[in-house]
Protein backbone atom coordinates (compact mmCIF):
# COMPACT_ATOMS: atom_id res chain seq x y z
CA UNK A 1 0.00 0.00 0.00
CA UNK A 2 1.71 3.36 -0.69
CA UNK A 3 1.79 6.20 1.32
CA UNK A 4 -0.50 9.10 0.99
CA UNK A 5 0.45 12.21 -1.65
CA UNK A 6 0.04 15.19 0.72
CA UNK A 7 -0.73 18.54 -1.39
CA UNK A 8 0.45 21.58 0.86
CA UNK A 9 -0.51 25.42 -0.41
CA UNK A 10 1.82 28.06 1.14
CA UNK A 11 0.29 31.90 0.52
CA UNK A 12 1.65 35.43 1.23
CA UNK A 13 0.34 38.50 -0.77
CA UNK A 14 3.45 38.58 -3.32
CA UNK A 15 4.24 35.15 -3.38
CA UNK A 16 8.02 36.80 -3.93
CA UNK A 17 9.53 35.27 -0.45
CA UNK A 18 8.43 33.92 2.25
CA UNK A 19 6.01 31.57 -0.03
CA UNK A 20 8.43 30.67 -1.95
CA UNK A 21 10.72 29.29 0.21
CA UNK A 22 8.50 27.55 2.48
CA UNK A 23 7.28 25.26 -1.42
CA UNK A 24 10.82 24.79 -1.84
CA UNK A 25 11.18 23.20 1.68
CA UNK A 26 8.63 21.40 1.85
CA UNK A 27 9.17 19.74 -1.85
CA UNK A 28 12.55 19.07 -0.60
CA UNK A 29 12.05 17.75 2.96
CA UNK A 30 8.84 15.71 2.43
CA UNK A 31 10.48 13.51 0.44
CA UNK A 32 7.87 12.95 -2.37
CA UNK A 33 5.29 12.28 0.59
CA UNK A 34 4.42 15.84 -0.26
CA UNK A 35 3.84 18.41 -3.10
CA UNK A 36 4.15 22.03 -1.68
CA UNK A 37 2.78 25.14 -3.90
CA UNK A 38 2.86 28.83 -3.37
CA UNK A 39 1.12 31.49 -4.35
CA UNK A 40 -0.33 35.19 -3.82
CA UNK A 41 -3.12 37.47 -3.84
CA UNK A 42 -1.60 40.21 -4.77
CA UNK A 43 1.69 38.61 -6.77
CA UNK A 44 4.43 40.78 -7.40
CA UNK A 45 5.58 39.13 -10.70
CA UNK A 46 9.19 37.97 -9.71
CA UNK A 47 10.95 36.12 -7.08
CA UNK A 48 12.69 38.23 -4.61
CA UNK A 49 17.01 37.73 -5.18
CA UNK A 50 17.65 37.09 -1.91
CA UNK A 51 15.18 34.28 -1.35
CA UNK A 52 17.09 32.48 -4.63
CA UNK A 53 20.21 33.47 -3.10
CA UNK A 54 19.15 32.00 0.44
CA UNK A 55 17.98 29.10 -1.24
CA UNK A 56 21.04 28.39 -3.33
CA UNK A 57 23.16 29.05 -0.28
CA UNK A 58 21.09 25.90 1.16
CA UNK A 59 21.68 24.00 -2.33
CA UNK A 60 18.01 23.65 -2.48
CA UNK A 61 16.50 23.97 -6.59
CA UNK A 62 15.67 27.10 -8.32
CA UNK A 63 14.73 26.17 -11.33
CA UNK A 64 10.74 26.73 -12.29
CA UNK A 65 10.20 29.46 -9.61
CA UNK A 66 7.93 31.82 -10.11
CA UNK A 67 5.64 34.46 -8.07
CA UNK A 68 1.70 33.25 -9.51
CA UNK A 69 -1.90 34.43 -8.28
CA UNK A 70 -3.61 31.95 -6.20
CA UNK A 71 -6.23 32.08 -8.35
CA UNK A 72 -4.08 29.56 -10.40
CA UNK A 73 -4.65 26.47 -7.80
CA UNK A 74 -8.72 26.95 -7.37
CA UNK A 75 -9.10 26.47 -11.25
CA UNK A 76 -10.98 23.48 -11.96
CA UNK A 77 -8.37 20.49 -12.36
CA UNK A 78 -6.13 22.29 -9.85
CA UNK A 79 -4.98 19.24 -7.32
CA UNK A 80 -6.96 18.81 -4.05
CA UNK A 81 -5.55 20.93 -1.43
CA UNK A 82 -4.60 19.17 1.90
CA UNK A 83 -2.95 22.25 3.57
CA UNK A 84 -2.87 26.05 3.48
CA UNK A 85 -0.63 27.86 5.39
CA UNK A 86 -0.38 31.27 5.16
CA UNK A 87 2.89 32.90 6.03
CA UNK A 88 2.36 36.45 5.87
CA UNK A 89 -0.42 38.45 8.31
CA UNK A 90 -2.12 40.62 5.60
CA UNK A 91 -2.85 37.48 3.26
CA UNK A 92 -4.14 35.62 6.43
CA UNK A 93 -6.65 38.56 6.36
CA UNK A 94 -7.65 38.44 3.13
CA UNK A 95 -10.70 36.55 1.81
CA UNK A 96 -9.02 33.68 -0.31
CA UNK A 97 -10.88 31.49 -3.27
CA UNK A 98 -12.57 27.85 -2.56
CA UNK A 99 -9.86 25.62 -2.69
CA UNK A 100 -10.50 21.91 -3.77
CA UNK A 101 -10.63 19.48 -1.24
CA UNK A 102 -11.57 20.86 1.78
CA UNK A 103 -8.13 21.70 3.03
CA UNK A 104 -6.98 22.64 6.86
CA UNK A 105 -5.93 25.76 6.96
CA UNK A 106 -3.28 27.49 9.92
CA UNK A 107 -1.39 30.20 9.96
CA UNK A 108 2.51 30.48 9.84
CA UNK A 109 3.26 34.44 10.28
CA UNK A 110 7.19 35.11 9.41
CA UNK A 111 8.51 38.44 9.45
CA UNK A 112 8.63 39.81 5.64
CA UNK A 113 12.57 39.59 4.82
CA UNK A 114 11.61 41.75 1.55
CA UNK A 115 10.43 44.36 3.68
CA UNK A 116 13.68 44.72 5.56
CA UNK A 117 15.13 48.34 4.61
CA UNK A 118 19.19 48.10 4.98
CA UNK A 119 22.22 46.97 3.64
CA UNK A 120 22.61 44.34 1.74
CA UNK A 121 24.18 41.93 4.69
CA UNK A 122 20.98 43.09 6.90
CA UNK A 123 18.59 41.79 3.84
CA UNK A 124 20.49 38.50 3.81
CA UNK A 125 20.79 38.22 7.66
CA UNK A 126 16.54 38.75 7.25
CA UNK A 127 15.96 35.73 4.30
CA UNK A 128 18.37 33.67 6.38
CA UNK A 129 16.26 33.76 9.52
CA UNK A 130 13.31 33.58 7.75
CA UNK A 131 14.21 30.64 5.65
CA UNK A 132 15.04 29.08 9.29
CA UNK A 133 11.90 29.66 11.06
CA UNK A 134 9.99 28.41 7.59
CA UNK A 135 11.86 25.38 8.05
CA UNK A 136 11.90 24.67 11.75
CA UNK A 137 8.41 24.59 11.24
CA UNK A 138 8.34 22.79 8.35
CA UNK A 139 10.13 20.00 10.20
CA UNK A 140 8.02 20.34 13.03
CA UNK A 141 4.97 19.33 10.25
CA UNK A 142 6.81 16.69 9.07
CA UNK A 143 6.63 14.77 12.47
CA UNK A 144 3.39 14.79 12.89
CA UNK A 145 1.16 11.66 12.49
CA UNK A 146 -1.25 13.08 9.87
CA UNK A 147 -3.02 9.48 8.89
CA UNK A 148 -3.22 8.94 12.48
CA UNK A 149 -4.32 12.14 14.48
CA UNK A 150 -8.11 13.03 13.98
CA UNK A 151 -8.86 16.38 12.11
CA UNK A 152 -9.66 18.30 15.30
CA UNK A 153 -6.47 17.62 16.81
CA UNK A 154 -4.68 17.79 13.82
CA UNK A 155 -5.44 21.22 13.50
CA UNK A 156 -4.91 21.90 16.99
CA UNK A 157 -1.21 21.14 16.48
CA UNK A 158 -0.99 22.92 12.72
CA UNK A 159 -1.94 26.16 15.16
CA UNK A 160 0.93 25.31 17.74
CA UNK A 161 3.23 25.00 14.66
CA UNK A 162 2.48 28.83 13.94
CA UNK A 163 3.60 30.14 16.96
CA UNK A 164 6.74 27.96 17.45
CA UNK A 165 9.71 30.92 17.85
CA UNK A 166 13.15 29.91 16.67
Given at each position: ????M?H????C?G?????????????H????????Y??G?????????F??????K?????D???SK??????????????F???V????A??V??V?P???LT??????D????????????Q?F?L?????????????S?P????????????L??I??C??
Amino acid sequence: MSEKMYHVLFLCTGNSARSIMAEVLLNHLGKGRFRAYSAGSHPAGMVNPFAIAQLEKAHLPTDGLRSKSWDELALPGSPSIDFVFTVCDNAAGEVCPVWPGQPLTAHWGIADPAAVLGTDQEKRQAFSLAFNQLSRRISIFLSLPLAKIDRMALKHELDRIGHCEE
